[in-house]
């Protein structure tokens, strides 16, 4: 079965300084990986994905994250953060076509990101 | 293009009563996903529907739960004789087009159970 870890319940962050958020998943081939943001009494936007290709992907609002194979990882980070990116952020694995759990997305617990002035 | 419409956002309901919620998806879309979302807890996969098919229900509480996707009109998430526990965030997502793969999701609806 599938399942994703965000390690970090809760970041504090200046504005200004890098950010990097951790997710860590378990799935048994190539997964197709999400994150998404969420702000306070909001639905989720997705972020960026990855499908395959390059490890490396670019997402909307500055964002970017690299999925690392070895690792089992998909750390979504951004070079300088702004008090806008202050919201609760999700990683997320999907099965991809053909697979059992096709549809299905398993999301972590997320991540609270705090960003002070 | 709208993006994916539920409603309604906010719904109270009393221990016992029935809860409907709706969900419209993206236009061109025709893979619909509920999930749910207890406070303090991520997000939980329910039910996979395509028109008139339910594709995947495992995430789907046993009793009380039903889903449909009809060929017309929206979605619907049914929860029949609610309790508190059922108190919860649910949202709804689309998907379809060449990234079937990748979901979209609606603004959700905020269930209270009185």
């Known amino acids: 079965a599938q399942s994703v870890t965000q390690p970090d319940i809760h970041i504090t962050v200046s504005e200004g300084a890098s950010l990097e958020l951790r997710c860590n998943y378990s799935y048994g081939a190539t997964p197709y990986l999400f994150w998404y943001v969420q702000s306070p009494g909001q639905g989720l936007q997705l972020l960026l994905k990855?499908?395959?290709?390059?490890?490396l992907v670019q997402g909307i609002k500055g964002f970017e994250a690299e999925f690392k194979r070895s690792q089992s990882s998909f750390n979504l980070r951004k070079p300088s953060v702004h008090w806008s990116d202050a919201a609760e952020y999700f990683c997320a694995v999907g099965a991809n076509a053909g697979g059992t759990s096709y549809g299905k997305l398993t999301f972590g617990q997320g991540t609270i990101l705090t960003v002070h002035p | 293009n709208a993006g994916v419409m539920q409603n309604p956002r906010h719904l109270v309901r009393r221990r016992g009563q029935e809860a409907r919620l709706r969900c419209s998806p993206m236009?061109?879309?025709?893979?619909v996903y509920w999930y749910r979302q207890l406070p303090e807890e991520g997000l939980k996969f329910m039910v996979y529907?395509?028109?008139?098919?339910?594709?995947?229900e495992s995430g789907m509480p046993k009793e009380r739960f039903s889903a449909e996707f009809p060929k017309e009109g929206p979605s619907i998430l049914r929860i029949q004789q609610v309790v508190r526990g059922d108190s919860a965030a649910y949202f709804c997502?689309?998907?379809?087009?060449?990234?079937?793969?990748?979901?979209?999701f609606g603004p959700g609806t905020r269930l209270l159970v009185l």
């Open positions: 236009k061109g879309h025709s893979h």
């Open positions: 997502a689309s998907s379809g087009g060449a990234q079937r793969e990748t979901q979209y």
């Open positions: 990855y499908f395959s290709g390059d490890t």
């Open positions: 529907l395509q028109k008139e098919n339910i594709i995947d």
